[in-house]
């Protein structure tokens, strides 16, 4: 595809006979920030680890700037990778963990130091050239990482889950951290993780896999606003997927009442999944031809009142501002644009 800096055309690759990735492509832009989603044994690493060169696929090709690299090995790619343990070497020091692969190019010593300076400052570790890394906190280390991969101006750096050994708070800052990283580099960064809010959060681009195919690639907004399955619908945010009947172009029966949607192109009296997400959700004083329902439970988050309501032999969950009384009757309403159709999974 033009202007892809990578491209994945058809890959598929087994393990011990099990089929782990399943004919994916996949094109990345460059200076993109590519976020590889899904749930543990999907196909996520391996994923990255083929584009990193770690590993070969069975079938398909790997390309970069339209050259096929499918068995160039790792140091012969413009590509540097931050794995999840960060791999730094325990009787270095910062400086010479940072430095190791330019002394392995045999750059010139001052070179050398004026890059790791640079390295150094970009990832707000200035002047800790010295420290040993047993005296490095968590969150360090992986920066220490980070400045490694970058130092050699790579044209794409892959992280794998580089923030999962981190403490929430610690990680929260770290994403910013890395947002901001990826900005300023201007370089390509592909993202491994499970963490669904990290994706949505960090991503230019998220890619939603599962049992080794790409459900869905798109902007956070698009994933998230306009899921094209249950499953993406599912594992990004909670939602409320509900069987309903396409009775006609924009309009959708759920519990045998009918909702104006914007949704077209579905069959008459097709059988269809619908998602509504639970902030779109209206909560009104029970109405005579809505569908009416009672509050089974009102939990204060901080922000909204999380509310459930019993109604079409369903229980729904909602965020609102408002809270109610369990055991009321309520009605619900959702404006046309919140109502998703999707094919039946």
Request: net charge negative.
């Amino acid at each position: 595809m033009k202007n892809s800096l990578i491209r994945l055309e058809n890959i598929s690759k087994s393990f011990d006979d099990e089929l782990i990735l399943n004919h994916i492509s996949l094109d990345v832009k460059k200076n993109d920030f590519v976020t590889l989603l899904g749930p543990s044994g999907c196909g996520k690493t391996t994923t990255l680890r083929i584009i990193g060169g770690f590993e070969t696929p069975d079938d398909g090709q790997v390309y970069f700037n339209d050259k096929v690299i499918t068995q160039k090995p790792p140091y012969k790619r413009n590509i540097n990778t931050v794995f999840q343990k960060y791999a730094l070497f325990p009787h270095y020091n910062v400086f010479d963990n940072i430095a190791f692969g330019l002394k392995i190019k045999k750059m010139h010593h001052s070179d050398i130091k004026k890059k790791v300076d640079w390295a150094l400052n970009l990832v707000n570790l200035k002047n800790f050239e010295n420290r040993n890394i047993h005296q490095m906190s968590g969150g360090q280390q992986q920066r220490i990482a980070i400045a490694r991969a970058i130092v050699n101006e790579p044209e794409v750096l892959l992280l794998d889950e580089p923030l999962g050994a981190l403490d929430l708070k610690l990680r929260k800052d770290m994403q910013y951290e890395l947002k901001e990283l990826q900005r300023e580099l201007g370089i390509t960064f592909i993202y491994v993780t499970h963490d669904q809010e990290e994706a949505l959060t960090m991503s230019s681009t998220v890619v939603v896999m599962n049992d080794g195919v790409i459900q869905q690639a798109g902007s956070p907004e698009m994933i998230y606003n306009e899921p094209t399955n249950a499953f993406v619908a599912d594992f990004i945010g909670e939602s409320n997927i509900i069987s309903g009947v396409m009775r006609k172009d924009c309009f959708v029966e759920l519990f045998n009442h009918g909702f104006v949607c914007v949704d077209k192109g579905f069959g008459i009296n097709e059988a269809v999944d619908v998602v509504i997400r639970p902030e779109d959700v209206i909560l009104l004083k029970p109405e005579k031809d809505k569908l009416t329902g009672k509050v089974t439970d009102c939990i204060f988050k901080g922000v909204h009142y999380e509310t459930y309501v019993e109604a079409g032999g369903k229980e729904w969950m909602i965020h609102n501002t408002k809270s109610h009384i369990i055991g009321s009757d309520v009605s619900i309403d959702i404006a046309p644009e919140n109502i998703h159709i999707m094919k039946k999974r």
